[in-house]
């Protein structure tokens, strides 16, 4: 089930939109100068100039051009030393991270060294600055709430940081302080890259003093937000919290592709709350339906907001890190949200509940489970087996942890494939709101129907509820009609209502109620007085009341085996009264 919503950027975003060809502003011709003449004719000639991503130069080989899915040679002789020499004469100097820059502009020069230090290779990256590349999360960037983007290498998470800095210091006046490692985000030089806007930049001196320099940033220079590229080291981490606590907006990137990258990262975990072990009492686990070991955040995320940028117009956005950790640690799929730009230039927001995210992750790891579960796994042979030697076996201790993370995040045994009814029918998902979970569990064990209760209303096909309770809840409703669930009403929490509202939600149609009738069904305890009891209600009903359409008076029993058989005569319809004193106090059943 998904949902879909779509919003008008402002009219400047509408110019910048990646659709309508925003502002690129790439300063080629300075990458192109720092090469040698005989490798820059074959690139400014080259009809994808304009969208080549990196210059290969290595020691002893022909040098190589990138482009979107392609490569080209840019000549037959291969690189030699003066060609190195050539290029690193004309670029800013290499720091600690063995990068360079070319005075304002955002190109990147990355050198490949031997084991003596030597230079015997180079990658010549270009930047380039690109307009309107947020507008996509524009809204989020005005929230004031503190962002974390994830995404693999190349996808233009950099590129997004430059352009929320000048969102947020021209067109949101803030003050904007950018932690630029290795000047990456506004280029090599002492004057930063105009792509910035009015937000500063301070360089770091060597990469592992940024956590230093991130502090240095608000005890210093008041900022508002600051802005971290690849926050990468458990003390950039905890700077990151540190500024955080102080009210700063933080706006950063880390390696990983999703948030579950994260939580399998232990120097990175903290981001998004950290985790830990957490020993549950045996009611608790049992109210939870899980084992007395669990993961559990430790604390509240440095970051507000995640956002997880599959595509360059593809964004997956989680506004509540806090709930989504919370998610995955105990199991469940979290609702989705995802981004993307229309040709129209409108962002369009698509709503992707539980259910379908289960369903695509189900096909995707069912396609890429292995040999040993598609059945294709050959024994070994024991030649091959003294050829490989003894199979290491972990040990317990320091696997402990990582296996209860990975059984947590595990999600294959939740909602990932269908279960199965006992007549081989799909069970539905039914989410109970004011009804008796005993009473609820009670009738479907009995009738052995196929119906599983839910604690999420958003992996939930149905709503059972008490009347009574939806007519003062409207949120519920709410909820239940954007995401298209049906709600079914009982007027009290009673087996029989209990009982013909899942058969009408499941359409079954009910059988003779006399063939049908399941004295168990109506039983607390299964004893044999209570048998005994619905036993000869169930006689008077079927031989005098319905057939003559007299009153039977019952035997007189306890206060709990009446209710029993109240509920038996309401199942079959009929009215039931109380009479007489205790100890003599007894049913009478009316007939319809």
């Given amino acids: 089930m998904a949902r879909s919503d779509e919003y008008q950027p402002t009219p400047e975003s509408t110019a910048a939109s990646p659709r309508i060809t925003p502002p690129v502003h790439d300063d080629l011709e300075q990458l192109l100068s720092i090469l040698p003449s005989e490798l820059r ?28 899915g392609t490569a080209d040679y840019l000549s037959e002789q291969v690189v030699s030393s003066q060609d190195l020499e050539h290029c ?5 100097q290499f720091g600690g991270d063995n990068r360079a820059g070319i005075e304002k502009t955002l190109h990147r020069i990355s050198a490949m060294r031997n084991r003596s230090g030597t230079i015997i290779g180079l990658t010549c990256r270009v930047g380039r600055a690109v307009f309107g590349t947020v507008e996509i999360i524009r809204d989020l960037i005005e929230a004031g709430q503190s962002i974390l983007l994830l995404g693999r290498p ?3 998470k950099t590129t997004a940081l430059r352009e929320i800095a000048r969102v947020l210091a021209d067109d949101l006046n803030k003050r904007v302080v950018i932690i630029d490692t290795s000047n990456e985000i506004a280029g090599d030089g002492d004057i930063p890259h105009p792509a910035i806007g009015r937000a500063r930049r301070m360089q770091v001196a060597q990469p592992e003093h940024q956590h230093q320099v991130m502090i240095e940033a608000v005890e210093n220079h008041t900022p508002e937000v600051i802005i971290i590229d690849e926050i990468g080291t458990e003390l950039e981490a905890l ?42 009492g045996d009611d608790e686990a049992r109210r939870r339906g899980s084992q007395k070991s669990v993961l559990e955040r430790k604390a509240p995320p440095t970051f507000d907001m995640a956002i997880e940028m599959l595509e360059r117009q593809r964004w997956v956005v989680h506004e509540d890190v806090a709930t989504t950790v919370d998610h995955l640690l105990r199991g469940r799929l979290p609702e989705t949200q995802i981004r993307t730009i229309g040709d129209n230039g409108k962002v369009v927001i698509t709503h992707e509940l539980p259910d379908i995210v289960s369903q695509r992750r189900t096909t995707r790891r069912s396609s890429s489970r292995g040999w040993r579960e598609a059945g294709q796994m050959e024994a070994v042979s024991a030649q091959q087996a003294r050829a490989t030697g003894p199979i290491p076996l972990p040990t317990p201790a320091a696997d402990a942890f990582q296996a209860l993370l ?31 979970r005993e009473q609820l569990h009670h009738v479907i064990d009995t009738l052995k129907l196929p119906v599983s209760i839910t604690k999420e209303l958003g992996v939930a096909q149905a709503v059972l509820a008490l009347r009574s309770h939806v007519r003062n809840h409207s949120k519920l409703k709410t909820i239940a009609k954007s995401r298209q669930i049906p709600i079914y009403t009982v007027k009290s929490n009673t087996i029989p209502q209990i009982t013909r509202a899942l058969q009408h939600l499941l359409n079954l149609d009910p059988r003779d109620q006399a063939d049908a009738i399941d004295l168990s069904l109506f039983t607390r305890q299964g004893a044999d007085d209570e048998l005994e009891a619905l036993e000869e209600a169930r006689l008077a009903v079927e031989q005098i009341v319905i057939p003559k359409g007299q009153p039977v008076e019952l035997l007189p029993r306890s206060a709990k085996i009446r209710k029993m058989q109240h509920e038996l005569a309401e199942h079959y319809r009929l009215k039931s009264l109380s009479f007489g004193d205790e100890p003599n106090r007894r049913l009478r059943i009316f007939p319809a």
């Fill in 88 to 92: 690193i004469d004309r670029v800013g």
């Fill in 406 to 436: 990975e059984q947590q995040l595990d999600t294959d045994d939740l909602e990932l494939s269908t279960p199965v009814g006992p007549n081989g029918e799909d069970w539905v998902p039914v989410y109970p709101y004011g009804i008796s």
């Fill in 41 to 68: 004719e074959p690139l400014s000639n080259h009809p994808q100039r304009h969208h080549l991503i990196e210059v290969i130069l290595d020691l002893g080989r022909r040098p190589e051009a990138r482009f979107p």
């Fill in 154 to 156: 190349g996808v233009g």
């Fill in 239 to 280: 700077a990151a919290r540190t500024i955080a606590e102080r009210g700063v907006q933080l706006v950063g990137t880390a390696h990983g592709n999703q948030l579950e990258n994260l939580l399998k990262n232990p120097t990175l975990a903290d981001l998004i709350g950290g985790i830990q072990t957490v020993t549950l």
